[in-house]
């Protein structure tokens, strides 16, 4: 089993900043890779970031590329989501995830958080 614990989230005007944080505890040999995906009302889960074990890999969605940083301690095992110039197509309810072998848009990662709400104002 493994429990991921999000926080960060809240509400930040356009153009500004949050950083999320997942904690992961249990098995960490089911936490190899660990990621975010966010859900948006009235849409489908997207995939927002994904990091490896030893941080050396990292991959974004595009439409986060440039402004989205995430970054690992693997001797907390937590991840983290520094979120700069957000826009309000940012908001949304963000998961952390973690999977053993991958994550990836179109992947089912085998744990999830409960997720942290982020809200962007106008």
């Known amino acids: 089993q493994v429990q991921l614990v999000e926080s960060g989230g809240g509400l930040v005007q356009a153009g500004g900043s949050l950083r999320l944080s997942c904690s992961a505890s249990?098995?960490?040999?089911?936490?190899?890779?660990m990621g975010w995906f966010r859900q948006a009302p009235g849409k489908e889960r997207e995939f927002v970031a994904v990091?490896?074990?030893?941080?050396?890999?990292?991959d974004y969605a595009d439409s986060v590329k440039g402004r989205f940083t995430i970054s690992r301690d693997v001797s907390k095992n937590t991840v983290y989501l520094q979120m700069n110039s957000l826009r309000p197509e940012d908001a949304a309810v963000y998961y952390c995830?973690?999977?053993?072998?991958?994550?990836?848009?179109?992947?089912?990662?085998?744990?999830w958080g409960r997720g942290t709400q982020v809200t962007v104002s106008s």
């Open positions: 249990g098995r960490t040999d089911s936490t190899n890779y």
């Open positions: 990091i490896s074990w030893s941080g050396s890999r990292t």
């Open positions: 995830a973690a999977d053993p072998v991958r994550i990836s848009a179109r992947g089912r990662p085998d744990y």
